[in-house]
DNA sequence: ATACTTCAGTTACAGCTTCTAACTAACACA
DNA sequence: TGTGTTAGTTAGAAGCTGTAACTGAAGTAT
């Protein structure tokens, strides 16, 4: 575990865990998470279906897997689409569009962890680190801009956040920074979660410039 | 088919159809449309499993039924929920509450409609015309009431629907109304879903008055 | 070098699922 | 009384997850 050079077992190992992902991969790309099929991956490997049962006790762990790797690749996009030096304004939009690009981009991928829970999974905890991890870029960025709160309700929750901020424990952002970055990950999932599970479709209007509006409504707000 | 009196056959089958669905229900409820058996509800039933095929030809044929009933209920629930000479903005904020209170009571009735589809379930057109008369319900309300797009991105959307309306063509709405239609769905969808899925879980706020910020930031907006 | 242990992969199987085919038995109606 | 419709049956194909018991190969220790 802690070897820098790994036995030859080991790397033989984490490379069939690596191809049965990528199988498990197309396959929720596809069809879904919930349709994901084990057996399915072993004929695909060539091997028969128990003999995955060595690599993962069983289909949850590798769906928490694929779940894991998702946050971590989203985590990865957004590091990769702002750039540093950048206006909190432009990190954000930043943030937006990577994150509509790459829900777009794997559908099945995004309620994989947005979506609806797939019966009997449980969330690790490390995914709850992950999800803070994104969270925390947007607190990073709105903690460097000012936003009022536009109606009683929004000051409401602005104070209740002041004091139930656990989900923020470790970082400095105030309780209005806070707030934005709620309501802007709300709004953006609204609009991305409707699109990709396809309640848009047929209704005929540009997608993309309600996502624009709502993600400029929270960052320029006026 | 079109008769008001019903032969003793259709009448029974209807019930036992109903009953089926009512099983189906309990069951979408505690675990979820995914994990829906047809083989345990015909069990539970006292009869054998493929008798239930004389009722619905496969799977994805009763959860259809289960989408359109949804639909149904929501819409019902909308309409108990509006008081006819209510202003359009208490109506608005009753129909958020109705929504959300909805959604929490069964969180698996929400996901099935809103949350990730089936896979091999396609929406019938049926469906569609149910959304759109939720929408209508939200645009009957909007249309009563002045709002203005708080941003470029917000006008630009706002033009985009003037010509981009065919969900909304045999309503009166102007595109103000069809933008804050669109958009009080989104947001109040953002919350509740990521609600219902169990995102705030550990977060340790309290959604609902999230929710009601985002309610009145559309319907109150400054 | 030989013996021992670890482990990947195998087949067989239990138990679940959807769904089809063929048959029986009850009912409605003329 | 006869005939056609239909609700239900069992049998079974083909798929799924997951367990048990076994084989054979690779790594490790003596």
Redesign the pocket.
Known sequence: MGDAVK???AR??EQ?RDEIKAHAWTQVATTGASA?????I??QM??????L???F????ELITELVLDAYRDLYDTWRAAVTPGDSPEARLAAMASALRRWALATPHRYLLIYGTPVPGYAAPPEATELAAGLMALLLDAFAETEGKAENEAATALEHHLATHRQWAADHPAPPSALRRALTFWTRLHGVVSLEVAGHFTGMNFDPGLLYAAEGDSVVNAP
Chains 1, 2 share one sequence.
């Open positions: 036995s030859p077992r033989y190992r069939v994901l099929s084990l057996n399915a072993a004929k060539g091997i028969s279906g128990p003999a049962y060595r690599y006790r069983n289909r949850d």
